[in-house]
């Protein structure tokens, strides 16, 4: 073959390395002899230059792939060996196939539940057919160097925006602003504040879908509304809504409105909560001419642009457009933000997106993957432990022929089947505790069972987890020497112990930081509730001041007092459990004109302190009989005192708009807002500002029986406000209200937790009982030599300890750490101290030490006679 | 014939199986099928065709000797089995039938 030139004999080597050798010489017999032949015929060069493509059309997967994948391994009777090898072994050990079933179970359904829950997150409005063109508008401040940035804008951006700008396709104002709304139909009367007023091109920005009406003209006229189906029905009943008339009563006058649209209800997945649209003109009327204050900022602003304009030359034309519009607001910046990040990126920390909901996301799908991780680890710890039972087959098998690869399909073969045992069991229990768990969640979360894909996404998950149980456990077991094992030798129990405890560190470490973050929640959820409100909650209810009640307020002060139900009245701008307006143009004398402090606006009348039982520290409290200038006056909490920088705050004058208030009053702090932050500075205005009275507090006697208060006070309603339904709230339950979030959080963080430990628990059980099986003679024997109970008890149980003892040690500062990364987001909030990490550590040793007591002290007590006797 | 189909080109291959007896090899097939049917056909094409046949039971195959051509390689001999004879045989037939379905023009 001296006469081929080098590419050909190049082009022969790679084939020969390709090819399986059985063929690879009669097919290099073949080329040769074209070759030979060809060189006749064409000469040299040609014959080569052939040789070279012809060798090359042999690399073709019919020549390189022959007898590559033999399917003879995988052969059907040995795969159906290998489960029943895999059921025989599970039902023998009963105990041990139920902890890891159990143990996985628990994982896998805690897993389903979790991810449910992030995927329903992420599709959160990503529905609408344009959302990569939607945007919302954002305010930027800057302020002494820090950037505040959010996401209410004035009314007038979004119309001036559609003018301006070309690339713009439609824009719309949306606010839902809670105020309530009586709406009549005939004799149905609903009082609803679930509503929101916007332009009549919200309707072709978003994609929500109208069963009746055009998207184009349904919030066109001022005088129109559209409703969701489920308010149609509960204003309607069967009849047809569409085209029909309400009534709704607003600031004392009613209004008819045309229903010129029914929507589908809104689908879960949104951040839009309505269930009637009212169009932006009627409010703009009602104020005589749409408000163009570029300094009220109180509507969120929606932009579509046009398909293919650039989002980011159209971010720089409208930067300025606050500036360019109000002195005042040379400061500010305006941006849009995708509609995709609403949901889940909508957190700005000096002006950059820096998360928001995600990081709750991303702490689900770690608690989601460390559930399945700590239940693996199980199923590893007590197959590796358990190794020395199944070394004699190991041995026999190889000993009979058996390829390590089949040793280890056979493992894998078992665990899979643990895996789809239990992931068969979570199906099922995720589905049947899916509605507990979306009511918890406030989510309405779906299993999708009669989806073929969700089964085909369950099965890969069931190979992966069951691989991932398996595959160490089968290297482990399927590497043992034949030779050794067949001659006798023993695997200590305690071989591979390192990796196994180094596994159980994992388990408990994980367990701990739940248990310390449960603590700290509970804590935390303590801590806050027992927080001094400065007011008294009891007895305190509070009812909106709608349709006849504002006329008749005094009236109806009077009889509530006469007829000795309440102790004191007092109307209010807003609920005293929330702030309903707040300003930063504050004046006062000796103001520093740099400084931009932010003042809780709150409007009473007179006896604030006796209806809430606030504590005046200085001064007196409003009394407009006494002192009819109190309609002027202002009452400061101790932070406006301090904020103003008062010595003697009293009979200082206060400007808010144009208006001179007094200082009558000193009041000591107490919590508007949040019972988590600490209280801002706050101003109690007098009654001057008449339109601000939207709520009426009224104080029950407690000498009287609150439901015959409550019988009395709707007696009361029904005379001075007939139009209306009675209604009314009671001010600690509002308060309580506050809690609700954090109360969920907790909740589910008990849930996890306990789901952590009873797996990492179920693991400890089986280690536990294999150890002691395996050392019942060394027990035997001690107690022979000597050993009391007591002595071999704490042996055992140290022993096993242990490892318990080495996760608290190292995980808890990352609890420790991690709960302090959260707590660092409430001013008010409890200190975390050493006993947080003893009480966690207190409570997984107690767990662990009760799991393996009960069988140490059983096989302690054991009469070694019985132990030792067949040896 | 029951499941077991042959496409064109793997029935001329098993056709000069038949007709080669002792010579039938890689080479071979490929030249006798440019001097009988006219077609120049790639010899990897044939290489692979024959393995599919082995696989299938037509053909089976054994090293013949080494000579002093083509670098002393030894050839690989297909003899053709019953069952692709009977293939063959089942192929023709219906063919044939086929064939007399058509009018014939006289």
């Known amino acids: ?871 | 014939m029951g499941k077991e189909y042959l496409g064109e080109f793997e029935e001329l291959v098993l056709t000069m199986v038949g007709i080669l007896q002792e010579e039938a090899y890689g080479n071979a097939i490929v030249n006798e099928i440019k001097v009988r049917v006219g077609r120049s056909c790639n010899l990897s094409a044939v290489h692979v065709t024959l393995y599919r046949l082995e696989d299938k039971g037509m053909v089976k195959s054994n090293m013949g000797g080494a000579t002093n051509a083509r670098g002393g390689r030894r050839k690989r001999i297909f003899t053709i089995t019953n069952s692709g004879l009977a293939m063959l045989r089942a192929m023709k037939e219906q063919q044939m039938q086929l064939w007399k379905l058509i009018p014939q023009l006289k």
């Open chain 1, 1 to 871: 073959m001296k006469k081929s030139s080098s590419s050909p004999s190049f082009a022969l080597r790679i084939l020969a390395s390709l090819c399986p050798p059985s063929l690879y010489e009669s097919i290099e017999g073949d080329l040769l002899e074209q070759y030979e032949e060809d060189e006749k015929e064409f000469g040299e060069k040609k014959a080569s230059r052939r040789l070279f493509w012809n060798t090359l059309k042999f690399i073709r997967p019919g020549i390189v792939l022959r007898n590559k994948f033999s399917f003879n391994l995988f052969d059907h009777f040995m795969l159906l060996n290998y489960f029943k090898v895999a059921s025989r072994v599970m039902a023998r050990n009963k105990a041990f196939t139920l902890i890891n079933v159990f143990g996985l179970t628990l994982g896998i359904t805690g897993a389903i539940l979790l991810f449910l829950w992030i995927g329903q997150e992420f599709t959160y409005d990503q529905f609408h057919a344009d959302k990569d063109r939607i945007y919302k508008a954002w305010n930027r401040a800057t302020d002494k160097g820090n950037i505040n940035c959010w996401d209410v804008t004035p009314r007038v951006l979004a119309p001036t925006l559609q003018e301006q700008l070309s690339s713009i396709e439609s824009a719309a104002s949306y606010a839902g602003w809670g105020d309530q709304l009586l709406f009549t139909v005939g004799e149905n009367r609903f009082l609803k504040s679930t509503g929101a007023y916007t332009d009549s091109t919200f309707l072709r920005i978003f994609n929500f879908s109208l069963l009746k009406g055009d998207a184009r003209t349904a919030l066109r006229e001022p005088a129109s509304i559209v409703l969701t189906e489920h308010f149609a029905k509960e204003l309607f009943g069967d009849k047809d809504p569409f085209g029909e008339t309400l009534n709704i009563g607003a600031s004392g006058n009613t209004f008819p409105l045309k229903i010129t649209g029914i929507l589908k209800d809104l689908p879960s997945n949104t951040d839009f909560k309505f269930e009637y649209l009212i169009p932006f003109h009627f409010v703009d009327e009602l104020q005589g001419g749409m408000e163009r204050n570029w300094g009220n900022n109180s509507v969120a602003s929606y932009i579509k642009l046009k398909a293919g304009s650039d989002f980011e030359s159209v971010n720089q034309q409208i930067k300025d457009i606050a500036k360019k519009n109000r002195e005042k607001s040379k400061n500010i910046d305006v941006f849009l933000y995708p509609l995709t990040k609403m949901r889940l990126y909508s957190k700005f920390e000096n002006g950059i997106p820096s998360g928001g909901r995600i990081e709750i996301i991303r702490m689900l799908a770690i608690l989601g993957i460390c559930l399945i991780v700590i239940a693996c680890i199980n199923f590893i710890n007590l197959s590796t432990a358990r190794a020395q039972r199944r070394a004699k087959e190991v041995a026999v098998r190889k000993v009979s022929g058996a390829f390590r690869f089949s040793l280890v399909a056979q493992f894998l073969c078992e665990s899979i089947l643990t895996a789809a045992a239990a992931g068969i069991v979570s199906v099922g229990i995720a589905y049947l505790v899916l509605p507990l768990f979306s009511s918890l969640v406030q989510q309405p979360l779906k299993l999708d069972i009669a989806n073929p894909f969700v089964w085909g996404i369950g099965l890969t998950f069931t190979i992966l987890i069951g691989v991932l149980a398996g595959v160490y456990p089968a290297l482990y077991i399927s590497s043992f020497k034949p030779v050794k094992i067949l001659k006798g030798m023993k695997l200590s129990a305690s071989s591979r112990s390192i990796t196994r405890n180094f596994l159980v560190v994992v388990q408990f470490g994980f367990a701990v930081m739940l248990v310390i973050s449960a603590i700290v929640i509970q804590r935390q959820i303590n801590f806050v509730q027992n927080r001094d409100t400065g007011y008294s909650k009891d007895h305190l209810i509070y009812q909106y001041l709608t349709g006849d009640l504002p006329k008749n307020y005094t009236a109806y002060k009077n009889e509530l007092i006469q007829s000795g139900i309440a102790e004191s009245v007092t109307k209010t701008s807003s609920p005293i459990t929330e702030r309903w307006s707040n300003t930063s143009s504050i004046g006062w004398n000796g103001k520093d004109p740099q400084v931009n402090i932010l003042f809780e606006r709150f409007y009473m009348d007179e006896h604030i302190s006796s209806t809430a039982k606030l504590n005046i520290i200085e001064g007196r409290d409003m009394d407009l009989s006494q002192f009819p200038s109190d309609s002027t006056a202002v009452i400061i909490n101790e932070t406006s005192a301090k904020a103003m920088g008062f010595k003697q705050p009293l009979g200082e004058i206060i400007t808010d708009n144009g208006q001179d208030w007094h200082v009558v009053g000193v009041v000591k702090d107490f919590v508007l807002t949040s019972p988590f932050q600490k209280v801002e500075p706050l101003l109690l205005f007098g009654c001057k500002g008449d339109w601000a009275f939207n709520v009426i507090h009224i104080r029950f006697n407690t000498s009287h029986n609150t439901q015959q208060s409550i019988a009395k006070l709707s007696e009361l309603a029904k005379k001075y406000n007939p139009e209306y339904p009675f209604e009314y709230h009671f001010v600690d339950v509002e308060y309580e209200n506050k809690f609700a979030n954090l109360k969920t959080t907790q909740l589910i963080t008990n849930i996890f937790s306990a789901i952590a430990i009873l797996i990492a628990g179920l693991g400890l059980l089986g280690l536990s009982t294999y150890m002691i099986e395996v050392r019942e003679k060394e027990i035997g024997i001690r107690k022979v030599m000597g050993g009391s109970v007591a002595n071999i008890t704490r042996l055992l149980t140290v022993n096993s300890l242990k490892p318990i003892f080495i996760a608290i040690v190292l995980f808890s500062p990352l609890g420790w750490m991690a709960m302090k990364w959260w707590l660092n987001s409430y001013a008010y909030r409890v200190d975390l101290n050493f006993f947080t990490i003893a009480y966690a550590g207190l409570a997984i040793i107690s767990i662990s030490v009760a799991i393996i007591s009960v069988q140490v002290i059983r096989a302690a007590k054991a009469n070694p006679v019985d132990t030792l006797r067949n040896e």
